[in-house]
């Protein structure tokens, strides 16, 4: 607390505690995990009004700087945390199809479930056009394409824009060389016609606002699409 002390020298304001508490904090005389000195010890020293040491507190929280804890006290943040490293870019060629099912499972389930509480009748529309599309399709590439827009359909209809760019982003990998490949040989007239039949199942639960049965119709439909993609 010494070092707090010689820090906080009185001067005129309320800024100037933000001041020298952020001047403490960037140069490094305040560390992370140091306490710092109460509300009333700051307000008095600064010869300002606690509420206006109060909110220069909550101020440096918000940013980052500081944390509090009822009971404890007000100590100085870790700064690493206030700039996290960005992830690195997806490497596609190093996401297997094995990946993709796995993320797929993890995530869309829970898609199916938002869909059946905010999906409007234009959602439904697009669902219909989709299935009837993928039923018409007369190659593999064709079925592939509208199955494909059907779980589009199903994200957009989310209506959660957080939620639509996570499904974008899996839904990209699809489009790779070897994704194409393995949905070339695995996808039988057999399971184009058990696939037909998934969809309609899902597609009605939604409808009926069954959110569990969505759920676990898409989690049985992409177990079943990745257990025939990947042999398993």
Known sequence: MAEVRELLKPTDGAAAIRDYL????????LTPGQKLPTERDL?????????AARKILATLESEGYITRAVG???FVADQTLRHP?????INESHVS?????EARLLFEPALAE?????????????????????????????????DGALHQAIAAATHNSLVIRFFEMIHGLRQQAEWGKLKQRSLT????????????????????RDPDLAR????????????NLLGY
């Open 85 to 89: 490293r960005p992830l690195p870019p």
């Open 97 to 101: 199809p094995a990946q993709i099912m």
């Open 22 to 29: 952020l001047q403490g904090i960037t140069q490094g005389s």
């Open 72 to 74: 404890s006290g007000t």
């Open 189 to 208: 007239p057999e399971r184009r016609q058990a696939t037909k039949r998934e969809h309609r199942n899902l597609v009605r639960a939604i409808q009926e």
């Open 43 to 51: 307000a008095e020293r600064y010869k300002v009004p606690r509420s």
């Open 114 to 146: 938002l869909a059946v509480t905010n999906a409007t009748p234009a959602d439904f529309a697009r669902f219909e056009s989709c299935l009837e599309k993928s039923e018409a399709a007369r190659t593999v590439a064709e079925f592939e394409l509208w």
């Open 216 to 227: 676990k119709t898409l989690a049985t439909h992409l177990r079943n699409v990745r257990d």
